[in-house]
Structures are given as structure tokens and as C-alpha cells.
């Protein structure tokens, strides 16, 4: 079964998708061989893969994707149009969350005894269940590590998640001075952050690609492409302004992860659909 996914820059869990923009991952077969993609039997006798379902726009089912690539599981990817639900892909949600009335978001991965939703219960489900396989550093590998991701998370996946809010505030002087003195303290929190809690020579938080970064990944790549929208706001210049050679660096490494960079879109791409759903509100 061929599966084609690219998700990225969605602006919330649930929003509708502005357009896919899909690229295709390798089937059951050559997903095995392929790097990031693999560490299952693709044998006929082997037990069913994993589905997970993506919309291929969403920066939370990014994460997940993300977890999927750097932990090398072998899956089934489920391109999911969210303004046109299947029934398989409700379903799949509803045993997940069953909620009555609870609306269908991605991600969800269906594990065939039970389904899970919600980006960062997948993400760190994910690490715990293929723990030592692939990027073996991506949980922690101690309680303090992983504490450590989570904390990275916690503090500052809700600063980060404001892309489209800068943007929307880009006409209007004191609302966007506000968002870019609350972006710029994040950002020295984040230099802080990393100076007392980083682990080793590397970027990263723990020495390697964590899933704290993963939870920040594709707001990291909304950032990059801020300057389309505010000329003025231009993340990478704020913090060599500001000093900030730790988030400077994470910030750089980030956007290179070969699963980050497969897990999303282009900057062309993500500019389109931004702009398709600036038309709509407007």
C-alpha cells in the first residue's frame, strides 16, 4: 500500500486543511531499506503495521510523524482529508476518543487493538514502544532526560505555537510590539533553558533529537518563514541581535533533521497554504 503524507504547518489541531501536499513514502516492502522508515517485517505472515492517519498540514500530527521517523517504525500512512472525514478515519478516531461529539483531528495511529489520538500521547507512546530503536537518545534515556524533553515541551510548545497570531497582527503596531516582546523573552527563556539543562557538545536538549524538539519542530519552520509575511520579524536575526548562540544553533539544527525536513513541506508550500487561509478569513 502506497502512502503519501507531508504534513507541516496546519494552524491547530482540528482547523480545516487548507490543501494537501503530499509526498510519497515508501510502501510496506521498501520502507524496510529506507532510512528513517523501517524496523518491521514487511513479510505477509508478520502482524499488521500501524496506520497512522495524517492530513498531511497539521504541525501536531507532524510531531507524530516525526516520532515515527526518528524511532525507524514501519507503518501505513493514512492521508486523511479533514474537510471530507472517510468513515474509516472517524471511526478510527472515536475509539480513540469516544467522546460523544467529539470532532475528529489528526493524528491518530491505530495500533489494530486500540487507537490513540493526540499528538503528544502518540509521540511519547511511540518512544516508549520502539524505545532503542532508531534514535535511541529520542525518549531519554534516563527519568531525568525524559523529564528534561517534557519540561522543554511543556514550557514552550504554547509560547511557540503563535506563528499565525504575528501574523495576523502584522498591520497592527502595538498588537504585534506586543507578540514580539513576549517571542523575544520566550527566546531568551529558551537560551536559558538550554545552558542549565542541555546535555553534551550537540544542539539538542539531550546530545540528540528529542521529542521535546519534535513537539516545537514545525513551529520552528513556521518561524522560518515569518519574514514572507513580516518582513521585520526574522527569528534567526533577533537571536544574533540578542546573543543567543545556544537557540541559534538548536534553532539551525532543527530545521536540518532529515526527519523534520521529511515530515513537512516546503517554505513555498506552507507560504500557500498561509496565504490560502488569509484569503478565506478576509
Known sequence: MSATVAPTAELGD???DAGPMPTTLPTKTDAVASPGVGGGDPSPDAAPLPKFYNSGTCPYAQRALIALLECEVLFDAVKVDL???SDAFSAAYARGNPSPGAKATVPVLDLG???LTESMVVVQFIGERWRGQGNAAFL???PQSTAKARLMFELFAPAFDNVFTIIKHRDDTVA???DLAFLRAKLSALELFLSTHGEGDSPFLLGDFSFGEAALASFVFGYSVLPHFVPQVDVRAMC???GLSLVLAWYDAV???PSVVASGRTAEE???TIEAILAHMS
Open 83 to 85: 474537510q471530507a472525514k
Open 140 to 142: 531519554g534515556d534516563t
Open 176 to 178: 504585534l510590539a506586543e
Open 14 to 16: 482540528g482547523v480545516a
Open 270 to 272: 506552507v507560504i500557500t
Open 240 to 242: 544574533e541581535e540578542a
Open 113 to 115: 487493538n486500540m487507537c
Open 255 to 257: 530545521l536540518a533533521r
